[in-house]
C-alpha cells in the first residue's frame, strides 16, 4: 500500500447513501476535512455522538446529494473515515429490489455480493508496490456486524431481511428489464449502485463492514409500472425511519 493510514481513537463509521445525506440524532462535536492520497472525500467527516457513543458520519454523495454513483472517490472516503478513527463502517445504501420480499420500504442486510461496475478506483493496492496483495473476499462483509445490525432491528422489532446478494451496477441510469432478468439470473437480490468497490476497498483497509439496505423500488420489470422518483422518494420517505432505528440500536453494540 503506498501510504500507511494513521488512526485515531476506534468508532463506528456510517457512510451515509441517498436519503441519508445526515443522521439524526447525531449529536454532532465537529467536523474535519481529510486530505487523502487518494484526492477529496465526498466531504467532511462528521464527528458526533449518538445513543452515548462516538460516531463518525459521511454523506458518500456530498450534502447536499450532488456527487452521482460512478465519481464517488470511495477511495478517498474510507482513507478518511480510517484515518479519523473507524474501526466499523456501515455502508447504508438505496437499492431496487427483486425478489417478492424485498418491495419497497423493504430494510436488508445482505450476506453477498456481485461486481458488475468498471472504470472506478477500486483498490489502494496499485501504483509501485513492494508485493502485490490479493485480499480474501470470499465473504464481503463481516458476519459480526451483519448479526448485530440484525440483532439491533429485532429488538426494536423490525422486520429486515437477512440475506441477500447484492448486485452493484455501474449507473448512474438504472438497469433494463432484460439487464433485471440476468442479474436475477446471477443470483442477485437486490441492486444498487454504490456497494462497490466501497466493500472491498474497506476490506483492504481491514475495516470491518456490512452494508445495511433500503429497497427503494422494485428493480425495472418486476412491477408494472416504470421507476419514477416520486416511487424512490416515497420508499425512502416510509422506510429510512427504520434504518435509523437499525444503526441507533446498533452502535452501542458495535462499540463493545
Ligand atoms: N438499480 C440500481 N440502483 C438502484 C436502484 C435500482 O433499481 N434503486 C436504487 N438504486
Not at 481529510?34 to 467532511?44: D, E, F, I, K, R
Not at 447484492?166 to 432484460?178: F, K, S, W
Request: proline share 5%; net charge negative.
Amino acid at each position: 500500500m503506498t501510504n500507511a493510514v494513521g488512526t485515531r481513537a476506534e468508532a463506528v463509521a456510517i457512510l451515509g447513501g441517498t436519503g441519508l445525506t445526515e443522521l439524526e440524532g447525531l449529536r454532532v462535536t465537529g467536523e474535519q476535512l481529510h486530505q487523502t492520497p487518494w484526492g477529496a472525500p465526498s466531504g467532511p467527516v462528521v464527528h458526533g455522538e449518538l445513543a452515548g457513543k462516538k460516531v463518525l458520519f459521511m454523506a458518500r454523495h456530498g450534502h447536499p446529494h450532488r456527487i452521482p454513483p460512478h465519481q464517488v472517490n470511495y477511495r478517498a472516503n474510507l482513507w478518511a473515515l480510517k484515518e479519523a478513527g473507524a474501526s466499523v463502517v456501515i455502508g447504508v445504501n438505496a437499492v431496487g429490489g427483486i425478489p417478492a420480499d424485498m418491495g419497497p420500504a423493504t430494510v436488508v442486510v445482505p450476506d453477498q455480493l456481485i461486481d458488475y461496475t468498471w472504470g472506478r478506483g477500486h483498490t489502494f493496492f496499485e501504483g509501485d508496490l513492494e508485493g502485490v496483495t490479493h485480499i480474501d473476499f470470499t465473504f464481503p462483509y463481516t458476519e459480526s456486524v451483519r448479526q448485530t445490525l440484525l440483532a439491533a432491528a429485532a429488538r426494536r422489532q423490525l422486520p429486515v431481511v437477512d440475506y441477500g446478494v447484492y448486485g452493484a451496477t455501474q449507473g448512474p441510469r438504472l438497469e433494463t428489464a432484460a439487464e433485471v432478468l440476468r442479474l436475477e439470473r446471477d443470483g442477485c437480490h437486490i441492486i444498487g449502485m454504490t456497494g462497490m468497490p466501497e466493500a472491498a476497498l474497506a476490506a483492504e483497509l481491514e475495516l470491518k463492514y456490512a452494508c445495511l439496505a433500503l429497497v427503494v423500488n422494485w428493480a425495472a420489470g418486476k412491477s408494472e409500472h416504470i421507476i419514477t422518483m416520486a416511487e424512490i422518494q416515497a420508499a425512502i420517505d416510509e422506510g429510512m425511519s427504520a434504518v435509523r432505528a437499525v444503526l441507533e440500536e446498533s452502535i452501542p453494540a458495535l462499540m463493545g
